[in-house]
């Protein structure tokens, strides 16, 4: 069985300030890892996603994660964010690669907050 | 390709009447996925179809829900009888066969059961 924790359900952030978002993961099996973000009164979008290779992933809209397998983490950061990534980040894994009979498990999610 | 599309967008039932939420996956894609967001339990998937054959079920949460694929452009969610903590916002996401790609979201249905 797969789990998926997001260690803050909201994190607030000034306009042009760095944000990480933290996810660890518990699995008894290899993982693959995404990042989803879902804008208000939108459904899911892909941010990013490990499957393998190197662990330092790099996503649309300027942001990246970094697979750590010790620490089973799956952390997402961006080093200066805009008004517009205001939205609900979610973290998922799946236990195969994507593709067939894989499924997703989301975290709860984390609302990122931008002010000016 | 026009996405994934769910209708309607909102839905205010009363307890005990039927609601059907709908579907209609990206044309080609073979596999389609049923998710309900709660505050409470974030997103859960209920059942996933592949080639308009249910795989797994084990999400649904009870008798009350049902889903079906007629073909492989449409699908349904049905709960029968509806109740108050049925209320959440349902997602319908459809993906191809292809090794490493993703799911796509529709914008999903916004139910609230009064």
């Known amino acids: 069985a797969q789990s998926v924790t997001q260690l803050d359900s909201q994190v607030p952030v000034f306009e042009e300030a760095p944000v990480e978002l933290r996810c660890n993961y518990s699995?008894?099996?290899?993982?693959?890892l995404f990042w989803y973000v879902q804008y208000p009164n939108q459904g899911l979008q892909l941010l990013l996603k490990?499957?393998?290779?190197?662990?330092l992933v790099k996503g649309i809209n300027g942001f990246e994660a970094e697979f750590n397998k010790s620490q089973t983490s799956f952390h997402l950061r961006k080093p200066s964010v805009h008004i517009s990534d205001t939205a609900e980040y979610f973290c998922?894994?799946?236990?195969?690669?994507?593709?067939?009979?894989?499924?997703?498990?989301f975290g709860k999610g984390t609302m990122l907050l931008v002010s000016p | 390709d026009a996405g994934v599309i769910q209708s309607p967008r909102h839905e205010v039932t009363e307890m005990g009447q039927e609601v059907t939420l709908r579907c209609k996956p990206i044309?080609?894609?073979?596999?389609l996925f049923w998710y309900r967001q709660t505050m409470m339990r974030g997103l859960e998937l209920l059942i996933y179809f592949n080639n308009n054959v249910p795989i797994d079920d084990s999400g649904m949460p009870e008798d009350r829900f049902s889903a079906k694929m007629p073909n492989a452009s449409f699908s349904t969610l049905k709960i029968q009888p509806s109740e108050p903590r049925d209320s959440a916002v349902y997602f319908c996401a459809s993906r191809d066969n292809r090794e490493n790609t993703e799911a796509f979201f529709g914008q999903g249905t916004r139910l609230t059961v009064v």
């Open positions: 044309s080609g894609h073979d596999y």
């Open positions: 490990y499957l393998s290779g190197s662990t």
């Open positions: 699995s008894s099996v290899s993982v693959y």
């Open positions: 998922a894994v799946s236990d195969r690669p994507y593709s067939g009979y894989s499924t997703l498990t």
